[in-house]
């Protein structure tokens, strides 16, 4: 298991890298690029390769609606959707209102 830092690198003598992602330094939804050399008993290099790894916010948020109960005839009311969530790294970027009936 390994923690990446962007530009350091990180040598192995084994063919596999576990890339280690934690709660509290998770990589951000979106491209992150890859880099490998190898490198024989001669000390001949290789050419880099890379890849692209995309990381893709996949959990749905939690709408959470509070309103009163009841309301007066003719009076005006507010809708909350402040208790609305998404898990971390993900955030609510809109809030979408219907009236059904």
Do not use: C
Request: proline residues 8%; glycine residues 6%.
């Amino acid at each position: 298991m390994a923690k990446f830092t962007t530009g350091q690198e990180i040598r192995t003598n084994t063919s596999t890298i576990e890339v280690t992602i934690d709660a509290a330094n998770p990589l951000p939804p979106g491209r992150h690029r890859f880099q490998l050399i190898v490198e024989d008993d001669a000390g001949n290099q290789s050419d880099p390769a890379t890849v692209d790894v995309i990381v893709v916010d996949q959990s749905k948020p939690t709408a959470v609606i509070d309103a009163p109960t009841s309301v007066a005839t003719g009076a005006s009311f507010t809708l909350s959707g402040a208790r609305s969530f998404d898990l971390p790294p993900g955030k609510i970027k809109n809030y979408r209102w219907v009236q059904l009936s």
